[in-house]
């Protein structure tokens, strides 16, 4: 099967963003390829942090994607820091990269301007991104909108490799974008991503009641100030998170209750509720399970990190023996 990889940052118990964003499509994904999933700690730690909390936050991310359904006898589940070749391939990557390129990242930019120091390893992210998919030579990658042009600069890492070292040879494939359904999410405040750092976040194992606390002054129609005004469905984000939740039939009729002020926002959103519950209420048990059996999380992890490990000494002693490294 074509091979994929993907990572995900371990931001702690994943929120409704990171799960219909990437993780949901995941999981459908381990049916139809060689997946392979990592828990990217190198890239967590860019930033200021306490190391007991990277830890947890490790642990609580293991569970979420296994308990959103990501099946170890499926997919390789693994955390990034637990292979150092990744980091090994990531400086010889950096050997090759023009550094106007990493200036010219979007993300880089925008992330750059809002710090008074800015560490190598901001700049250098996309490489280490580039060496976390090439390490595994992936056909593909299921990114967001927002991670296409790191993607777009990992596939000329690839090519600038392969004609330099691989005398014509594509070693490193150059990786494909796959463009998840669901591409963003917006939080519940109606401005941005769903995101933590914006605190617009619900929690993918969040008690419903807590759920519901967030959900019942959520933002809807701007436009809508009384009960009796008809809304417009298409610019309220309850409405496309009921896309997400609940099924063809139960959507078209939010959209005409809400179109026709046949009721109001508050009934809107006890419909969303029951959706969520019925999709995440398996996820919150699955959960429980797996933190009552911590043991399984670790072996998952541990099984996932040894394939990973021979699939990336494989590629390091082609890449060592190219560049005449002894």
């Known amino acids: 099967m074509p091979r994929i990889f993907s990572g995900i940052q371990p931001s702690g118990e994943l929120h409704v963003g990171n799960y219909l964003g990437a993780v949901k499509n995941w999981v459908e994904l381990q049916h139809s390829y060689d997946c392979i999933f990592c828990i ?7 930033g200021a942090y306490e190391p007991d909390d990277l830890r947890r936050r490790t642990a609580d991310m293991a569970v979420s994607l296994l308990a ?23 400086w010889i990557l950096n050997t090759i990269t023009p550094i106007g390129e990493l200036e010219r990242q979007t993300q880089f930019k925008d992330k750059a301007q809002r710090q008074e120091s800015v560490v190598a390893g901001l700049l250098n992210y996309p490489v280490l991104q580039a ?30 490799w392969n004609a ?23 939080g519940l405040d109606g401005q941005a991503k ?66 026709t002020a046949g009721w109001g926002c508050i009934d809107c959103k006890k419909v969303l509720l029951e959706g969520m519950k019925r999709e995440l ?15 399984r999380v670790r072996d ?27």
Request: glycine letters at 6%; hydrophobic letters at 35%.
């Open 40 to 46: 990217v700690d190198y890239h967590a730690i860019i």
């Open 68 to 90: 959103a359904g990501l099946d170890p006898d499926k997919c390789t589940v693994f955390v990034q820091s637990h292979v150092p070749e990744h980091t090994e391939l990531a």
């Open 131 to 160: 060496a976390d998919i090439l390490l595994y030579r992936a056909d593909g990658v299921p990114v967001g909108e927002d991670q296409v042009q790191h993607l777009e600069l990992s596939r000329e890492i690839a090519r600038k």
């Open 164 to 186: 330099r070292f691989a005398r014509g040879e594509d070693f490193f494939p150059e990786p494909k974008p796959l463009l998840t359904a669901t591409r963003r999410v917006m």
């Open 194 to 259: 769903m995101s933590k750092s914006m605190g617009n976040t619900v929690g993918l194992l969040e008690p419903f009641d807590a759920v519901w606390e967030k959900l019942r002054p959520a933002v809807t129609d701007p436009k809508r100030v009384r009960r009796t005004d008809p809304g417009t469905p298409e610019v309220c984000n309850i409405y496309h998170l009921h896309k997400a939740f609940n099924p063809p039939e139960t959507v078209e009729h939010v959209a005409t209750m809400c179109s």
């Open 281 to 295: 209420g398996p996820i919150h048990e699955r959960a429980r399970e797996l933190s009552a059996h911590p043991d």
């Open 300 to 326: 998952a992890l541990a099984t996932g990190a040894d394939r990973c490990r021979a699939l990336a000494r494989e590629t390091m002693g082609y890449v060592r023996e190219r560049m005449g490294l002894v």
